[in-house]
């Protein structure tokens, strides 16, 4: 009886919406409609941002902000320390997340990629003395993914091990040739949770996830041969979190956090005679390269939640290592931070609430920096609630950037001393919750500073500028059988603000919804985004050119009957169902007066409209 | 219970990767070349094995090198052209008298010559026409009578432009002439006694990646390559194959069979950049003292990323007057 059911249905969190830190949220039951198996798919579905694949390389973007300058965390811990490493996000499993968070200017103690936030949060372990759930998902693409979790629980110590295998179909070129656009991808999971609560106040908690993937691009045939070039990756990753909690007093904490992120990338070009079935491996450094990082981080925190006054005060070391090529051209390829930080709120009364926080940031690389935040509540937590928040963060240049030499940086030369990319962000928004109802509008603007740029000799100088400006209003209503969160939004965007200064809009809408039809044990979930037509701008050898993407639609669909007590699920999707998988997108070149068509650029949004059969089962 | 095991393994294989396909076994490319002496040169394009004809034009005497990395001057070696460095360089101070000094030699073009026929070059900073630059004798016969004249490089031009001076050996204010590198051919062409570039003299470098054609050499240093007999009992007309090196890079491989040479053997192969390699194809039986197909030598071509093994397959006909090879060429 081991594979053939599954899941279990973890007790999903109500969100108590007076409570919420986040602007977004998906939560378990959207991640199972969409079937959304890795993060990287999850982007796509997440309000705000859009997913596309070019040239192989997958784009995450916030209009012109991208993915590397925004943190994601997994139970409070980044997942890739400061983003700028080209992480792939198809190797954070969503098999164990019971939510993703958007976070728009969060008040927290961080000073990198801080402006912006994506938070993963698992499964919380269950009280329960033993516990297994299994999980299997098919596609009509032949995908298969599945999981096995098993818990174990006491008064003092609670631990599981989850196992997953994830498989993923290829997707082909659109010329019907061999050639793949989107690889298919294996991937073998390990996460382990551990919790010890050693006496009443102290609490150590350790979590680690491992992942080994393998990823098969092919390569056409070439032409007068019967021979092929793929390319293979092979990624390994071991993260390694945890915390030692103090409570010193009834409002004190003293907490200690570390992590260990280990992880590689090894590509290799296969030459195949698909003849003789002879075969040869190379690296080839033309493309994409072998890429290895150690990161490391350590903080120290102690923290104050009495009334009216409450503050954090800490520190916080990091250091990232390139593992794979430790030199080049003798320079260390390695940096530290030290961050100082501290964060108070005062709370007068029950009208307002001011947050102030600073951070003291310094980088071996590139100096010292002070980052400061400010936050103003007005009638917190009322029912009406104004809230303006001012933030200061810095994300680092990509690592490619600072280091690699030019043939991976499209032709430009690094340069060590690159500043940090700073990032100065208002936010103004009003929410109102009452009874089931939870409604919050805002407006976001987003100023970038220091883009890496290529200079008059090639060479990356800091001088880029883009600025973003957002108006969005997204509510949610939640009853006993039913959640509904739709969410709307109008984003202005202008990626050259230092040189072309031209703005364009585009909007955004967003419907999530889960349904329980009362007395027949169904349910019924959507996910669906709408983006419309989005322009960026971007510039060449002083030339600016437009590119516009048209818009896209994602939309998908599950019907799930439950037995046993809620233990056993049966779910059938229908995974994007509008969208095809190829756009093809207008490129201009923009002129003193007009702008002239000058291509077209293919890219790939997704994979195309599938079926899908999920079978859960849980042991409680 | 079994059945749910039947069900659970289906279901675990249909998410794998899927095996390589199998392909039956491509064909080489035969391409059949007859070659006559001195009527043509054959330009072989391998991406669709083709060949393209040229009536060879030999009213020249200097080609000029158009690559952007390289300044190369070489005589025509299709005909009999000498030439010596009188290692003078006052042009004006230099007249017949000259020849009693010496007489001028044939210009010898090794088989991976990548030198140029008029000695090395110096730094080319300086602008003034009496340049610093030895005087060449260049020595021809057209049909009526020996030729003798004077050639100086004077310097070049932002870098893609030859400058320099010529004329017949007792006139003491020589013709300054300019070449400028053309990226859409190899070579340009120069006739000194007409005192003009040759065009279309060669097919554009876009057209072919090497060309079967002959040239003159000394018989006594290349004994081992069949030749065909000109008027000078020392010169012979060698069958060459030459280069589009801006494209390609060769190895001449003598030890592995045809049929064993594949994409995997010729990755790891030690590829040079060569201009023209004499006599490979051909052979001399020594018993028959006939022109045979050489079996040992088979070209390996590689451009960009795609390699070719190429063979002498069939040869027929008993001397270059009325040849006619099958090159046999494989895609690797």
């Known amino acids: ?620 | 219970m079994s059945k749910y095991i039947h069900i659970s393994f289906i279901l675990l294989c249909l998410g794998c990767f899927r095996p390589d396909e199998y392909l039956p076994k491509i064909d080489s490319q035969k391409l059949n070349t007859s070659i006559e002496l001195s009527q043509a040169n054959y330009y072989i394009q391998l991406d669709y094995p083709s060949t393209l004809n040229r009536n060879p034009n030999l009213k020249w005497q200097l080609k000029f090198e158009n690559s952007s990395h390289e300044w190369g001057i070489y005589t025509n070696s299709a005909t009999p052209i000498k030439i010596w460095n009188t290692q003078l360089n006052r042009y004006d101070k230099i007249d017949s008298n000259i020849l009693n000094q010496g007489i001028p030699k044939y210009d010898r073009i090794l088989p991976n010559a990548m030198q140029s026929a008029i000695g090395q070059w110096g730094d080319f900073s300086f602008l003034t026409p009496e340049s610093f630059k030895d005087v060449y004798i260049i020595s021809w016969n057209d049909d009526t009578s020996n030729q003798y004249y004077k050639f100086q490089l004077l310097d070049v031009l932002i870098d893609k432009t030859y400058r320099f001076k010529y004329g017949p050996l007792n006139e003491k204010e020589g013709e300054i002439s300019e070449i400028t590198k053309d990226p859409n051919f190899l070579y340009s062409y120069f006739n000194l006694s007409e005192k003009k570039s040759i065009s279309f003299v060669e097919y554009p470098i876009n057209l072919w990646d090497f060309q079967l054609h002959y040239q003159i050499d000394s018989i006594s240093k290349n004994s081992k390559i069949p030749y065909s007999l000109t008027q000078n009992r020392d010169l012979g007309l060698f069958p060459m194959v030459s280069f589009n090196h801006q494209k390609v890079t060769v190895y001449l491989d003598t030890l592995t069979a045809f049929e064993d040479i594949n994409y995997f053997h010729a990755k790891n192969l030690p590829f040079y950049e060569a201009k023209h390699i004499r006599g490979v194809f051909f052979d001399w039986d020594p018993i028959l003292n006939l022109i045979r197909k050489n079996p040992k030598h088979q070209l390996i071509i590689k451009k960009e990323d795609n390699y070719f093994a190429i063979r002498a397959l069939t040869l027929e006909g008993k001397d270059f007057d009325n040849l006619s090879i099958e090159l046999e060429i494989k895609k690797l």
């Open chain 1, 1 to 620: 009886m081991l594979l053939f059911v599954f899941t279990f249905t973890y007790l999903s969190q109500e969100v108590q919406a007076q409570n919420n830190e986040h602007t977004f949220l998906l939560s378990f039951e959207d991640i199972q409609t969409a079937n959304l198996q890795n993060l990287e798919e999850a982007m796509a579905i997440i309000p705000f941002f859009n997913r596309y694949t070019e040239q192989g390389n997958t784009i995450i973007t916030y209009g012109t902000i991208g993915i590397q300058t925004i943190a994601i965390y997994k139970d409070g811990f980044p997942v890739a320390l400061d983003q700028n490493i080209n992480y792939n996000l198809k190797t954070i499993p969503l098999w164990d997340i019971e939510r993703i968070e958007v976070r728009l200017t969060p008040m927290n103690t961080s000073s990198k990629n801080s402006s912006i936030t994506i938070h993963m949060f698992s499964h919380k372990i269950p009280k329960k003395p033993i516990w297994s759930n299994v999980n299997v998902t098919n596609t009509s693409l032949n995908d298969l993914h599945s999981s096995v979790s098993v818990g174990l629980s006491n008064v003092k110590h609670s631990g599981q091990i989850g196992l997953s295998r994830s498989f993923t179909r290829e997707l082909y070129d659109q010329t019907g040739l061999r050639s793949t656009v989107i690889g298919a991808f294996e991937r073998y999971d390990i996460n382990l949770k551990y919790t010890y609560k050693i006496l009443p106040g102290i609490t150590l908690h350790v979590q680690s996830d491992h992942s080994s993937m393998k990823t098969q691009n092919k390569g056409d045939i070439i032409l007068g041969t019967s021979r092929v070039s793929d390319s293979h990756q092979d990624f390994k990753k071991n993260n390694l979190w945890g915390y030692l909690q103090l409570k010193a007093s009834k409002n004190h904490t003293i907490q200690l956090d570390g992590m260990i992120h280990r992880f590689n990338n090894d590509v290799k070009d296969i030459d195949k005679d698909l003849h003789t079935g002879q075969q040869t491996t190379s690296e080839n450094f033309d493309r994409i390269p072998s890429i290895g990082y150690d990161q490391g981080l350590i903080k120290l925190s102690i923290s104050s939640q009495s009334k009216p006054l409450q503050y954090t005060f800490g520190i916080e070391l990091s250091h990232t290592r390139d593992n794979k090529y430790p030199f080049i051209n003798a320079v260390s390829t390695s940096y530290n931070d030290y961050d100082a930080f501290g964060l108070i709120s005062y709370q007068y009364k029950k009208t307002v609430l001011l947050s102030g926080g600073i951070n003291l940031w310094h980088n071996n690389l590139s100096g010292s920096y002070l980052l400061p935040k400010f936050q103003i509540k007005i009638a917190p937590k009322k029912v009406l609630e104004l809230n303006f928040t001012s933030h200061s963060s810095v994300s680092y240049a990509p690592f490619t950037q600072l280091f690699y030499p030019s043939f991976l940086n499209n032709g430009s030369n690094n340069n060590i001393l690159l500043k940090p990319i700073k990032k100065q962000v208002n936010h103004a928004h009003i929410s109102f919750h009452q009874g089931n109802i939870w409604v919050n509008s805002g407006m976001l603007l987003i100023n970038q500073n220091n883009i890496p740029q290529v200079g008059n000799n090639k060479t990356l100088i800091s001088k880029g500028k883009t600025s973003n400006f957002t108006t969005y209003a997204t509510m949610q209503f939640s009853l006993n059988n039913i959640t509904i969160r739709p969410s709307a939004m109008m984003h202005a965007v202008n990626h050259l603000r230092d040189s072309g200064n031209l703005t364009f809009f585009y909007p955004e809408l967003n419907l999530n919804a889960f349904i329980k039809i009362p007395h027949t044990k169904m349910a019924f979930g959507i996910t669906s985004k709408f983006l419309g037509k989005m322009t960026k701008s971007f510039i060449v050898d002083n030339e600016i050119y437009l590119s516009e993407q048209k818009r896209i639609r994602y939309v998908s669909l599950r019907l799930q009957r439950s037995f046993m007590d809620n233990k056993f699920n049966i779910s059938l999707g229908l995974n994007n169902v509008f969208q095809s998988s190829f756009l093809s997108n207008d490129i201009f070149q923009l002129n003193d007066i007009d702008k002239t068509r000058i291509g077209n650029q293919n890219i790939i949004c997704g994979y195309p409209k599938s079926f899908t059969i999920k079978l859960s089962y849980s042991s409680f």
